[in-house]
Protein backbone atom coordinates (compact mmCIF):
# COMPACT_ATOMS: atom_id res chain seq x y z
CA UNK A 1 0.00 0.00 0.00
CA UNK A 2 1.34 3.93 -1.31
CA UNK A 3 1.27 6.48 1.49
CA UNK A 4 -0.89 9.26 0.49
CA UNK A 5 0.18 12.70 1.33
CA UNK A 6 -0.94 16.16 0.56
CA UNK A 7 0.67 18.92 -1.03
CA UNK A 8 -1.25 21.92 -1.91
CA UNK A 9 -4.48 23.19 -0.40
CA UNK A 10 -7.05 26.19 -1.21
CA UNK A 11 -9.67 27.53 0.29
CA UNK A 12 -12.23 29.82 -0.95
CA UNK A 13 -15.13 30.59 1.55
CA UNK A 14 -16.96 33.10 4.06
CA UNK A 15 -13.93 33.24 6.19
CA UNK A 16 -11.21 34.69 3.52
CA UNK A 17 -10.79 34.33 -0.46
CA UNK A 18 -6.99 32.36 0.55
CA UNK A 19 -5.35 30.53 3.24
CA UNK A 20 -3.78 33.49 4.71
CA UNK A 21 -7.49 35.59 5.07
CA UNK A 22 -8.87 32.32 6.47
CA UNK A 23 -6.01 31.59 8.60
CA UNK A 24 -6.68 35.12 10.80
CA UNK A 25 -10.26 34.03 10.84
CA UNK A 26 -9.78 31.31 11.99
CA UNK A 27 -7.28 32.49 14.78
CA UNK A 28 -9.52 35.69 15.96
CA UNK A 29 -12.87 33.35 15.79
CA UNK A 30 -14.33 35.88 12.82
CA UNK A 31 -17.82 34.41 11.96
CA UNK A 32 -18.49 35.27 8.07
CA UNK A 33 -22.28 34.89 8.55
CA UNK A 34 -24.38 37.80 7.64
CA UNK A 35 -28.27 38.43 7.02
CA UNK A 36 -29.73 38.31 3.60
CA UNK A 37 -32.33 40.31 3.33
CA UNK A 38 -33.29 39.02 -0.30
CA UNK A 39 -33.88 35.19 1.18
CA UNK A 40 -36.70 37.09 3.19
CA UNK A 41 -38.21 38.54 -0.11
CA UNK A 42 -38.47 34.80 -1.38
CA UNK A 43 -40.44 33.34 1.33
CA UNK A 44 -37.04 32.30 3.28
CA UNK A 45 -37.88 31.11 7.29
CA UNK A 46 -34.30 32.44 8.09
CA UNK A 47 -32.34 34.94 5.92
CA UNK A 48 -28.79 33.88 7.39
CA UNK A 49 -26.04 32.38 5.21
CA UNK A 50 -22.67 32.08 4.94
CA UNK A 51 -21.40 35.30 2.77
CA UNK A 52 -18.45 34.45 -0.02
CA UNK A 53 -17.67 36.83 -2.76
CA UNK A 54 -18.32 36.00 -6.69
CA UNK A 55 -14.48 35.81 -7.88
CA UNK A 56 -14.10 37.93 -11.04
CA UNK A 57 -12.25 34.73 -13.21
CA UNK A 58 -12.40 37.54 -16.49
CA UNK A 59 -8.45 37.35 -17.53
CA UNK A 60 -7.90 34.45 -15.67
CA UNK A 61 -10.41 32.05 -18.02
CA UNK A 62 -11.58 32.98 -21.46
CA UNK A 63 -15.26 33.10 -22.45
CA UNK A 64 -15.59 29.51 -23.40
CA UNK A 65 -14.62 28.22 -20.04
CA UNK A 66 -16.50 30.56 -17.99
CA UNK A 67 -19.76 29.93 -19.87
CA UNK A 68 -19.59 26.30 -19.01
CA UNK A 69 -19.23 27.49 -14.84
CA UNK A 70 -21.65 27.41 -12.41
CA UNK A 71 -21.49 29.63 -9.44
CA UNK A 72 -19.98 27.14 -7.14
CA UNK A 73 -17.33 25.96 -9.84
CA UNK A 74 -15.75 29.60 -9.77
CA UNK A 75 -15.00 29.06 -6.22
CA UNK A 76 -13.55 25.55 -6.85
CA UNK A 77 -11.43 27.42 -9.70
CA UNK A 78 -10.20 29.56 -7.41
CA UNK A 79 -9.07 27.23 -4.63
CA UNK A 80 -7.91 24.72 -6.84
CA UNK A 81 -5.62 27.29 -8.26
CA UNK A 82 -4.12 28.25 -4.94
CA UNK A 83 -3.90 24.54 -4.50
CA UNK A 84 -1.85 23.55 -7.76
CA UNK A 85 0.49 26.61 -6.82
CA UNK A 86 1.11 25.34 -3.21
CA UNK A 87 1.89 22.42 -4.68
CA UNK A 88 3.87 23.84 -7.41
CA UNK A 89 1.93 22.25 -10.25
CA UNK A 90 1.28 23.84 -13.62
CA UNK A 91 -0.23 23.12 -16.54
CA UNK A 92 3.20 22.16 -18.57
CA UNK A 93 3.20 19.24 -15.71
CA UNK A 94 -0.34 18.17 -15.81
CA UNK A 95 -0.01 17.78 -19.70
CA UNK A 96 3.04 15.60 -19.44
CA UNK A 97 1.88 13.84 -15.90
CA UNK A 98 -1.59 12.15 -15.02
CA UNK A 99 -3.95 13.97 -12.32
CA UNK A 100 -7.09 12.95 -11.26
CA UNK A 101 -10.51 14.70 -10.01
CA UNK A 102 -12.98 13.84 -7.43
CA UNK A 103 -14.85 16.62 -5.99
CA UNK A 104 -17.45 16.82 -3.69
CA UNK A 105 -20.80 18.46 -5.18
CA UNK A 106 -24.76 17.89 -4.28
CA UNK A 107 -26.53 20.54 -6.55
CA UNK A 108 -26.65 22.55 -9.25
CA UNK A 109 -30.02 24.51 -8.32
CA UNK A 110 -29.17 28.00 -10.04
CA UNK A 111 -28.08 26.56 -13.11
CA UNK A 112 -31.02 24.20 -13.34
CA UNK A 113 -33.49 26.67 -12.26
CA UNK A 114 -32.58 29.51 -14.68
CA UNK A 115 -32.67 27.16 -17.61
CA UNK A 116 -35.97 25.86 -16.68
CA UNK A 117 -37.59 29.86 -16.09
CA UNK A 118 -35.60 30.62 -19.70
CA UNK A 119 -37.41 27.91 -21.70
CA UNK A 120 -40.80 28.57 -19.82
CA UNK A 121 -40.34 32.05 -21.18
CA UNK A 122 -38.99 31.74 -24.33
CA UNK A 123 -40.64 28.47 -25.63
CA UNK A 124 -37.75 27.13 -27.14
CA UNK A 125 -34.57 25.20 -25.63
CA UNK A 126 -31.84 26.83 -28.60
CA UNK A 127 -32.32 30.17 -26.84
CA UNK A 128 -30.77 28.47 -23.35
CA UNK A 129 -27.32 28.98 -24.49
CA UNK A 130 -24.69 27.32 -24.86
CA UNK A 131 -23.55 27.14 -20.74
CA UNK A 132 -26.63 25.78 -19.50
CA UNK A 133 -26.03 22.21 -19.65
CA UNK A 134 -22.70 22.32 -18.05
CA UNK A 135 -23.35 24.58 -15.39
CA UNK A 136 -26.80 22.31 -14.74
CA UNK A 137 -25.25 19.03 -14.39
CA UNK A 138 -24.43 17.68 -11.01
CA UNK A 139 -20.62 17.38 -12.05
CA UNK A 140 -20.34 20.90 -13.38
CA UNK A 141 -17.32 21.37 -10.78
CA UNK A 142 -15.31 18.58 -12.14
CA UNK A 143 -16.05 18.54 -15.91
CA UNK A 144 -15.17 22.15 -15.99
CA UNK A 145 -11.75 21.84 -13.70
CA UNK A 146 -10.87 18.69 -15.64
CA UNK A 147 -10.98 20.54 -18.64
CA UNK A 148 -9.25 23.87 -17.47
CA UNK A 149 -6.29 22.32 -15.75
CA UNK A 150 -6.02 19.67 -18.57
CA UNK A 151 -6.68 16.45 -16.18
CA UNK A 152 -6.50 12.91 -17.25
CA UNK A 153 -6.39 11.04 -14.48
CA UNK A 154 -9.75 9.82 -12.88
CA UNK A 155 -12.95 12.14 -13.56
CA UNK A 156 -15.53 12.01 -11.12
CA UNK A 157 -18.01 14.14 -9.08
CA UNK A 158 -19.15 12.23 -5.72
CA UNK A 159 -22.59 13.03 -4.04
CA UNK A 160 -23.51 12.46 -1.01
CA UNK A 161 -25.05 15.10 0.78
CA UNK A 162 -23.29 16.52 3.56
CA UNK A 163 -20.40 14.71 3.67
CA UNK A 164 -19.22 15.18 -0.16
CA UNK A 165 -16.27 16.12 0.26
CA UNK A 166 -14.89 14.54 2.95
CA UNK A 167 -15.89 11.63 1.13
CA UNK A 168 -13.90 12.68 -2.02
CA UNK A 169 -10.63 13.02 -0.02
CA UNK A 170 -11.32 9.55 1.38
CA UNK A 171 -12.13 8.22 -2.15
CA UNK A 172 -8.74 9.80 -3.53
CA UNK A 173 -7.07 8.56 -0.87
CA UNK A 174 -8.14 4.95 -1.42
CA UNK A 175 -7.24 5.18 -5.10
CA UNK A 176 -3.66 6.61 -4.33
CA UNK A 177 -2.86 3.78 -1.81
CA UNK A 178 -4.07 1.39 -3.62
CA UNK A 179 -1.66 2.86 -6.43
CA UNK A 180 -4.25 3.37 -9.67
CA UNK A 181 -3.62 7.27 -9.59
CA UNK A 182 -0.57 9.61 -8.16
CA UNK A 183 -2.02 12.52 -8.01
CA UNK A 184 -5.67 13.17 -7.54
CA UNK A 185 -7.38 16.53 -6.95
CA UNK A 186 -10.08 16.36 -4.10
CA UNK A 187 -12.03 18.88 -2.70
CA UNK A 188 -15.65 20.13 -2.12
CA UNK A 189 -17.80 22.69 -3.85
CA UNK A 190 -20.71 24.93 -2.27
CA UNK A 191 -23.33 27.28 -4.09
CA UNK A 192 -24.78 29.76 -1.60
CA UNK A 193 -27.14 31.18 -3.80
CA UNK A 194 -30.63 31.22 -2.36
CA UNK A 195 -32.65 28.86 -4.36
CA UNK A 196 -29.94 26.31 -3.42
CA UNK A 197 -31.50 26.21 -0.04
CA UNK A 198 -35.03 27.10 -0.30
CA UNK A 199 -36.02 23.56 0.34
CA UNK A 200 -33.56 23.37 2.85
CA UNK A 201 -34.90 26.52 4.68
CA UNK A 202 -37.84 24.52 3.94
CA UNK A 203 -37.71 22.11 6.80
CA UNK A 204 -36.99 24.27 9.14
CA UNK A 205 -33.42 23.33 10.04
CA UNK A 206 -31.89 26.49 9.58
CA UNK A 207 -31.44 28.86 13.17
CA UNK A 208 -33.93 31.63 12.88
CA UNK A 209 -31.60 34.28 15.30
CA UNK A 210 -31.59 36.62 12.53
CA UNK A 211 -30.92 39.74 14.84
CA UNK A 212 -27.70 38.75 14.89
CA UNK A 213 -26.38 36.44 12.54
CA UNK A 214 -22.66 36.09 14.24
CA UNK A 215 -24.22 34.12 16.94
CA UNK A 216 -26.78 32.25 15.22
CA UNK A 217 -24.57 29.30 14.30
CA UNK A 218 -23.58 27.54 17.64
CA UNK A 219 -22.63 23.91 17.69
CA UNK A 220 -23.18 21.65 20.37
CA UNK A 221 -24.47 24.83 22.45
CA UNK A 222 -27.86 24.19 24.41
CA UNK A 223 -29.50 26.85 23.16
CA UNK A 224 -29.40 26.48 19.82
CA UNK A 225 -32.11 26.68 17.34
CA UNK A 226 -30.69 25.19 14.14
CA UNK A 227 -28.08 25.45 11.60
CA UNK A 228 -26.85 28.17 8.83
CA UNK A 229 -26.22 27.16 5.31
CA UNK A 230 -22.68 28.14 3.91
CA UNK A 231 -20.16 28.21 0.99
CA UNK A 232 -17.64 28.09 -1.50
CA UNK A 233 -14.98 25.70 -2.09
CA UNK A 234 -11.85 23.54 -0.87
CA UNK A 235 -9.21 21.62 -2.69
CA UNK A 236 -6.84 19.05 -1.96
CA UNK A 237 -4.14 17.80 -4.11
CA UNK A 238 -3.44 14.12 -2.72
CA UNK A 239 -0.19 12.27 -3.94
CA UNK A 240 1.54 9.17 -3.20
CA UNK A 241 4.33 9.56 -1.06
CA UNK A 242 6.81 8.95 -4.27
CA UNK A 243 5.07 11.10 -6.03
CA UNK A 244 5.79 13.82 -3.99
CA UNK A 245 9.21 12.87 -2.72
CA UNK A 246 10.28 12.67 -6.84
CA UNK A 247 9.04 16.42 -7.47
CA UNK A 248 10.50 17.48 -4.75
CA UNK A 249 7.27 18.48 -3.10
CA UNK A 250 6.61 19.78 0.15
CA UNK A 251 4.87 17.87 1.88
CA UNK A 252 1.57 19.46 4.10
CA UNK A 253 0.19 16.35 5.99
CA UNK A 254 -0.21 12.84 5.47
CA UNK A 255 -3.67 11.35 5.02
CA UNK A 256 -3.61 8.32 7.48
CA UNK A 257 -7.39 6.94 7.96
CA UNK A 258 -11.01 6.98 6.50
CA UNK A 259 -13.77 5.46 7.63
CA UNK A 260 -17.47 5.37 6.54
CA UNK A 261 -20.60 3.95 6.88
CA UNK A 262 -23.97 4.27 6.44
CA UNK A 263 -27.17 4.88 9.12
CA UNK A 264 -29.69 2.37 7.16
CA UNK A 265 -32.24 4.27 9.01
CA UNK A 266 -33.96 7.54 8.86
CA UNK A 267 -33.93 9.61 5.73
CA UNK A 268 -32.83 12.81 7.93
CA UNK A 269 -31.92 11.99 11.95
CA UNK A 270 -28.48 10.74 12.29
CA UNK A 271 -27.81 7.35 14.97
CA UNK A 272 -25.18 7.05 17.32
CA UNK A 273 -23.89 3.27 15.97
CA UNK A 274 -23.60 4.74 12.59
CA UNK A 275 -21.48 7.60 13.68
CA UNK A 276 -19.61 5.51 15.86
CA UNK A 277 -18.89 2.84 13.40
CA UNK A 278 -17.09 5.72 10.81
CA UNK A 279 -14.96 6.71 13.91
CA UNK A 280 -13.61 3.51 14.92
CA UNK A 281 -12.87 2.11 10.78
CA UNK A 282 -10.73 5.66 10.59
CA UNK A 283 -8.78 4.71 13.70
CA UNK A 284 -7.89 1.07 12.74
CA UNK A 285 -7.47 1.84 9.27
CA UNK A 286 -4.96 4.52 10.43
CA UNK A 287 -3.46 2.19 12.99
CA UNK A 288 -4.20 4.58 15.88
CA UNK A 289 -5.86 4.91 19.43
CA UNK A 290 -8.39 7.13 20.82
CA UNK A 291 -5.49 9.37 22.27
CA UNK A 292 -3.26 9.79 19.49
CA UNK A 293 -5.83 12.42 18.16
CA UNK A 294 -4.99 15.84 19.16
CA UNK A 295 -8.10 17.20 17.80
CA UNK A 296 -11.55 16.37 16.01
CA UNK A 297 -12.80 18.85 13.55
CA UNK A 298 -16.69 17.95 14.74
CA UNK A 299 -19.71 17.58 11.65
CA UNK A 300 -21.35 19.73 14.48
CA UNK A 301 -23.89 21.78 12.47
CA UNK A 302 -26.17 23.62 15.06
CA UNK A 303 -29.00 21.61 14.85
CA UNK A 304 -30.40 20.09 17.83
CA UNK A 305 -30.45 16.59 17.06
CA UNK A 306 -27.77 16.52 15.17
CA UNK A 307 -25.34 17.67 17.88
CA UNK A 308 -26.35 15.45 20.30
CA UNK A 309 -25.45 12.49 18.19
CA UNK A 310 -22.07 13.75 17.43
CA UNK A 311 -21.13 14.37 21.36
CA UNK A 312 -22.51 11.08 22.25
CA UNK A 313 -20.62 9.04 19.20
CA UNK A 314 -17.40 11.18 20.11
CA UNK A 315 -17.24 10.65 23.78
CA UNK A 316 -18.52 6.88 23.23
CA UNK A 317 -15.19 6.23 21.44
CA UNK A 318 -12.45 9.25 22.34
CA UNK A 319 -14.00 9.96 26.37
CA UNK A 320 -14.01 13.00 27.30
CA UNK A 321 -10.17 14.86 26.60
CA UNK A 322 -9.80 15.25 23.16
CA UNK A 323 -9.73 18.97 22.30
CA UNK A 324 -13.19 19.23 19.82
CA UNK A 325 -14.65 22.15 18.29
CA UNK A 326 -16.80 22.61 15.09
CA UNK A 327 -15.66 25.78 12.44
CA UNK A 328 -19.07 25.45 11.71
CA UNK A 329 -19.67 28.30 14.71
CA UNK A 330 -17.94 30.63 12.15
CA UNK A 331 -18.67 29.19 8.36
CA UNK A 332 -22.17 27.94 8.87
CA UNK A 333 -22.89 24.69 7.19
CA UNK A 334 -20.71 24.50 4.26
CA UNK A 335 -22.82 21.17 3.19
CA UNK A 336 -21.40 19.65 0.07
CA UNK A 337 -18.36 21.70 0.43
CA UNK A 338 -17.55 21.22 4.07
CA UNK A 339 -16.12 17.72 4.38
CA UNK A 340 -13.09 19.10 2.35
CA UNK A 341 -12.81 22.81 3.67
CA UNK A 342 -13.19 21.49 7.10
CA UNK A 343 -9.68 19.12 6.47
CA UNK A 344 -8.36 22.75 4.87
CA UNK A 345 -9.34 24.37 7.99
CA UNK A 346 -7.74 21.70 10.01
CA UNK A 347 -4.67 21.54 8.26
CA UNK A 348 -3.66 25.57 8.24
CA UNK A 349 -4.35 25.01 12.20
CA UNK A 350 -1.76 22.47 12.25
CA UNK A 351 0.50 24.52 10.30
CA UNK A 352 -0.36 27.34 12.64
CA UNK A 353 -0.23 25.96 15.99
CA UNK A 354 -3.47 26.28 17.50
CA UNK A 355 -6.96 25.03 17.51
CA UNK A 356 -9.76 27.51 16.19
CA UNK A 357 -12.42 28.00 18.72
CA UNK A 358 -16.41 26.68 18.61
CA UNK A 359 -17.85 30.18 18.89
CA UNK A 360 -20.96 30.65 20.68
CA UNK A 361 -20.58 27.77 22.63
CA UNK A 362 -21.75 29.50 25.68
CA UNK A 363 -23.68 26.45 28.30
CA UNK A 364 -23.23 22.54 27.29
CA UNK A 365 -26.13 20.32 27.19
CA UNK A 366 -26.48 17.09 28.74
CA UNK A 367 -24.07 15.14 26.20
CA UNK A 368 -21.89 17.78 25.05
CA UNK A 369 -20.85 18.92 28.49
CA UNK A 370 -19.55 15.19 28.22
CA UNK A 371 -16.62 16.12 26.02
CA UNK A 372 -13.73 18.39 25.60
CA UNK A 373 -14.94 21.61 23.24
CA UNK A 374 -12.77 24.59 23.12
CA UNK A 375 -15.01 27.75 22.99
CA UNK A 376 -11.79 30.02 22.88
CA UNK A 377 -8.88 29.73 20.61
CA UNK A 378 -6.29 27.52 22.05
CA UNK A 379 -2.77 27.81 21.01
CA UNK A 380 -1.11 23.94 20.53
CA UNK A 381 0.57 21.43 18.73
CA UNK A 382 -1.55 19.74 16.31
CA UNK A 383 0.66 16.48 14.99
CA UNK A 384 -3.18 14.38 14.16
CA UNK A 385 -6.40 15.29 13.58
CA UNK A 386 -9.87 13.62 12.60
CA UNK A 387 -12.68 15.46 10.77
CA UNK A 388 -16.35 13.97 10.57
CA UNK A 389 -18.68 14.81 8.19
CA UNK A 390 -22.40 13.74 8.27
CA UNK A 391 -25.02 13.87 5.78
CA UNK A 392 -28.79 13.15 4.61
CA UNK A 393 -29.54 9.74 4.12
CA UNK A 394 -27.03 8.45 7.26
CA UNK A 395 -24.13 8.72 5.06
CA UNK A 396 -20.85 9.21 7.64
CA UNK A 397 -17.21 9.44 6.90
CA UNK A 398 -14.36 10.61 8.93
CA UNK A 399 -10.50 11.60 7.89
CA UNK A 400 -7.64 11.09 9.46
CA UNK A 401 -4.52 13.15 8.97
CA UNK A 402 -1.44 13.73 10.58
CA UNK A 403 1.98 15.75 10.12
CA UNK A 404 4.44 14.19 8.16
CA UNK A 405 7.86 12.77 9.28
CA UNK B 1 -33.11 49.93 -38.91
CA UNK B 2 -30.79 51.15 -41.32
CA UNK B 3 -27.52 49.38 -42.05
CA UNK B 4 -25.37 51.73 -39.81
CA UNK B 5 -27.60 50.93 -36.74
CA UNK B 6 -27.17 47.45 -37.51
CA UNK B 7 -23.59 47.59 -38.14
CA UNK B 8 -22.62 49.40 -35.45
CA UNK B 9 -25.13 47.39 -33.05
CA UNK B 10 -23.43 44.45 -34.16
CA UNK B 11 -19.95 45.36 -33.63
CA UNK B 12 -20.82 46.57 -29.67
CA UNK B 13 -22.82 42.92 -28.97
CA UNK B 14 -20.43 40.49 -30.86
CA UNK B 15 -17.62 42.43 -29.17
CA UNK B 16 -19.02 42.12 -25.87
CA UNK B 17 -20.59 38.50 -26.28
CA UNK B 18 -16.67 36.66 -27.94
CA UNK B 19 -14.51 39.18 -26.10
CA UNK B 20 -12.81 40.77 -29.34
CA UNK B 21 -11.45 44.28 -30.17
CA UNK B 22 -13.94 46.05 -32.39
CA UNK B 23 -11.85 46.94 -34.68
CA UNK B 24 -11.31 43.20 -35.84
CA UNK B 25 -15.12 43.36 -37.31
CA UNK B 26 -14.59 44.90 -40.73
CA UNK B 27 -16.83 43.98 -43.59
CA UNK B 28 -14.44 41.60 -45.21
CA UNK B 29 -13.61 39.45 -42.04
CA UNK B 30 -14.30 36.09 -41.98
CA UNK B 31 -16.82 36.08 -39.15
CA UNK B 32 -16.25 32.21 -37.92
CA UNK B 33 -12.14 32.78 -37.63
CA UNK B 34 -12.52 36.81 -36.04
CA UNK B 35 -14.87 35.39 -33.77
CA UNK B 36 -13.47 31.70 -33.01
CA UNK B 37 -16.36 30.29 -33.10
CA UNK B 38 -17.00 26.72 -31.96
CA UNK B 39 -20.27 24.63 -32.63
CA UNK B 40 -21.21 26.01 -28.66
CA UNK B 41 -20.33 29.63 -29.92
CA UNK B 42 -23.03 29.23 -33.00
CA UNK B 43 -25.80 28.81 -30.33
CA UNK B 44 -24.52 31.60 -28.38
CA UNK B 45 -24.53 33.46 -31.22
CA UNK B 46 -28.04 32.38 -32.30
CA UNK B 47 -29.34 33.75 -28.62
CA UNK B 48 -27.66 37.22 -28.66
CA UNK B 49 -28.85 37.64 -32.13
CA UNK B 50 -32.09 36.92 -30.87
CA UNK B 51 -31.92 39.11 -27.93
CA UNK B 52 -30.48 42.10 -29.80
CA UNK B 53 -32.49 41.76 -33.00
CA UNK B 54 -35.39 39.93 -32.33
CA UNK B 55 -35.32 37.39 -34.27
CA UNK B 56 -34.34 33.60 -34.62
CA UNK B 57 -31.53 32.67 -36.59
CA UNK B 58 -31.67 28.87 -38.48
CA UNK B 59 -28.80 27.19 -37.49
CA UNK B 60 -28.53 26.12 -41.67
CA UNK B 61 -28.61 29.75 -42.42
CA UNK B 62 -25.00 30.13 -41.15
CA UNK B 63 -23.95 28.35 -44.48
CA UNK B 64 -24.73 31.41 -45.97
CA UNK B 65 -23.06 33.50 -43.80
CA UNK B 66 -19.28 34.22 -44.38
CA UNK B 67 -18.31 37.42 -43.93
CA UNK B 68 -19.23 40.60 -41.47
CA UNK B 69 -20.82 42.11 -44.77
CA UNK B 70 -23.14 38.82 -45.63
CA UNK B 71 -24.19 38.85 -42.04
CA UNK B 72 -25.13 42.34 -42.14
CA UNK B 73 -26.83 41.55 -45.53
CA UNK B 74 -28.74 38.56 -43.95
CA UNK B 75 -30.13 40.87 -40.61
CA UNK B 76 -31.02 43.71 -43.29
CA UNK B 77 -33.33 40.73 -44.78
CA UNK B 78 -34.70 39.99 -41.38
CA UNK B 79 -35.17 43.60 -40.03
CA UNK B 80 -36.77 45.13 -42.70
Same mark, same amino acid.
Given at each position: MKRVVITGIGIYSSLGIDKEEVKDSLFKGKSGIVFDAKRKDIGFRSALTGMVKEPDLKGLLDRRQRKSMAEQCNYAFVSSNEALTQANIDLDFLSQNEMGIIFGNDSSSKAVIESVDGVRA? @? *? %?? $? $????SIFQAMNCTVTMNLSTIFKLRGINMTLSAACASGSHSVGMGYILIRNGYQDMVMCGGAQEINPNAMASFDGISAFSTNESNPTKASKPFDRDRDGLVPGGGAATLILESLESAEKRGADIIAEVVGYGFSSN??? +?SNPNLDGQVRSLEMALKQAE? $?? @? *? +? *?YINAH??? %?PVGDTFEAQAIHKVFGSQTPVTSTKSMTGHECWMAGASELVYSMIMMKHGFIAPNINFENPDEFSKKINIFADTEERTLRTILSNSFGFGGTNSSVIITTYD | MTRVEIVSKTKEFLSEEFEVSEEVIVDEANLQETLDLDSLDYVDLVVIIEENFGFKVQQNDFAEISTFADFYDYVETKVQ
Open positions: K @K *D %TT $L $LGSGGEH +IM $LP @K *D +I *DATS %T | -
